[in-house]
C-alpha cells in the first residue's frame, strides 16, 4: 500500500502523477487527505480522497509515502502528526519516503536527508540540512527518493516505481505515456 498525504494548498500535478502512474501499474495507493476527505490544491483543484488521515492504517502493510509539494501544502503536511507519524514509521522500518517540489524540506527538518542526495524547489536548499543538493529533475538516495518541482512529476514517478517494481517496469511505463 503506497499513501499520498494531501493537504489543502498541495501541489495537483505532484500528486496526482504519481498516483496515475502508480495505478497504470497496478500498485496499489491510496490519497489520504490532511485536511479532510476534500482537500483543495494550490490552483484550486479539489480532489476527494480515499481517506482521511485518521483512518490511514501506519503498519507493515505501507509500502512507501509520498509527501507532494506545494505552497502552503507542504507547511501544512508538516505541521500534521499523522504525517509525521507516518514518516517516522517509514524510517523506523525501513521503507521507502518520497517528496516532491517544497516537500523534501520536511525530511531536511526532521534531519533524514544527512548524508544524502537530495533535490528540491528552488529556494529550498538550506532547508535539505545535511544534504548534497543536486540539480537534476529527481533522485533516490536509499530509500529517499526526492524530486525538484512539478515538472518532474513524471520523472519522480518513475523513481518511485523503480523502487516499488522495477527500472524495467518503470521504462515501460513512460515509454507508454510519451507515445503520440
Do not use: W
Amino acid at each position: 500500500m503506497v499513501y499520498v498525504y494531501l493537504a489543502n494548498g498541495f501541489e495537483e500535478i505532484e500528486a496526482l502523477t504519481p498516483v496515475d502512474c502508480l495505478r497504470r501499474c497496478e500498485i496499489e495507493v491510496k490519497t489520504v487527505g490532511v485536511s479532510g476527505r476534500a482537500v483543495t490544491g494550490s490552483h484550486g483543484i479539489s480532489v476527494f480522497c480515499d481517506l482521511i488521515a485518521e483512518e490511514a492504517v501506519i503498519d507493515d502493510r505501507i509500502d512507501m509515502i509520498i509527501l507532494p509539494g506545494g505552497m502552503p501544502g507542504t507547511l501544512n503536511l508538516e505541521k500534521s502528526p499523522y504525517v509525521q507519524k507516518a514518516i517516522d514509521f517509514c524510517t523506523e522500518h525501513d521503507k521507502p519516503v518520497a517528496a516532491i517540489c517544497a516537500a523534501p524540506s520536511i525530511l531536511g527538518h526532521k534531519g533524514l536527508l544527512k548524508g544524502k542526495k537530495a533535490v528540491c524547489y528552488p529556494g529550498f536548499e538550506d532547508q535539505l540540512l545535511g544534504a548534497e543538493v543536486l540539480e537534476i529533475p529527481a533522485v533516490t538516495d536509499g530509500k529517499i527518493i526526492t524530486a525538484c518541482g512539478m515538472g518532474a512529476a513524471l520523472e519522480f514517478s518513475y523513481e518511485i516505481i523503480s523502487m516499488l517494481i522495477s527500472k524495467e517496469r518503470a521504462k515501460t511505463l513512460l515509454k507508454a505515456l510519451n507515445k503520440k
